[in-house]
T-cell receptor, first 113, second 112 residues
Framework: DAGVTQSPTHLIKTRGQQVTLRCSPK?????VSWYQQALGQGPQFIFQYYEEEERQRGNFPDRFSGHQFPNYSSELNVNALLLGDSALYLC????????????FGPGTRLTVT | RKEVEQDPGPFNVPEGATVAFNCTYS??????FFWYRQDCRKEPKLLMS?????NEDGRFTAQLNRASQYISLLIRDSKLSDSATYLCAALWGSGSARQLTFGSGTQLTVLP
């Protein structure tokens, strides 16, 4: 039973560039949430996707956008990267929006220089 | 004030000790709570869910006090392998629009 997978594992980008991160949910899960975790902090909720729509959004600017595909996989896009966007980006999946035990992928570590 | 607050620690305890962490939350509408453990540079892993007054799983016990708006995690007979950061999370929202908010984590080191 495959768990949550994310790609790439690590990424280095320059300020002003754009990045796309990918996530495949755990088998049987249809809801995907994205989090940003800065060093020494807990994960911060970015947004959640269910039925290919953004259902809930945290306090992140419009530079952060996402997408969910019919196979439930998801992408996180960040435009106009800032140094402060350097963080571990975590994807989590759950059986449905109403069942909130979330299972995290290994994350993508983004460094913006 | 942060929505979910935890004592950052670090907590350094000897093997076999009992240790307790507290987590306070500000949104009284929070419905459910979760404890995750996170090893260094790894993803958070779900440890326990707390939907009513508490939950117990082996050496781990979580308790919820809605009146005082805090959740606790008790670890008995601590093992070296329990060394990790423990994250508390609170859920609120409704329907398909729910949000999980995490604290900053409490660092635990179990010493031989």
């Amino acid at each position: 039973d495959a768990g949550v997978t994310q790609s790439p594992t690590h990424l280095i980008k320059t300020r002003g560039q754009q990045v796309t991160l990918r996530c495949s949910p755990k088998s049987g899960h249809d809801t995907v949430s994205w989090y940003q975790q800065a060093l020494g902090q807990g994960p911060q909720f970015i947004f959640q996707y269910y039925e290919e729509e953004e259902r809930q959004r945290g306090n992140f600017p419009d530079r952060f956008s996402g997408h969910q595909f019919p196979n439930y996989s998801s992408e996180l896009n960040v435009n106009a990267l800032l140094l402060g966007d350097s963080a571990l980006y975590l994807c989590a999946s759950s059986l449905s929006p109403g069942i909130y035990e979330q299972y995290f992928g290994p994350g993508t570590r983004l460094t913006v220089t | 004030r942060k929505e979910v607050e935890q004592d950052p620690g670090p907590f350094n305890v000897p093997e076999g000790a009992t240790v307790a962490f507290n987590c306070t939350y500000s949104n009284s509408a929070s419905q459910s709570f979760f404890w995750y453990r996170q090893d260094c540079r790894k993803e958070p892993k779900l440890l326990m869910s707390v939907y009513s007054s508490g939950n117990e799983d082996g050496r781990f016990t979580a308790q919820l006090n809605r009146a005082s708006q805090y959740i606790s995690l008790l670890i008995r007979d601590s093992k070296l392998s329990d060394s990790a950061t423990y994250l508390c999370a609170a859920l609120w929202g409704s329907g398909s629009a729910r949000q999980l908010t995490f604290g900053s984590g409490t660092q635990l080191t179990v010493l031989p």
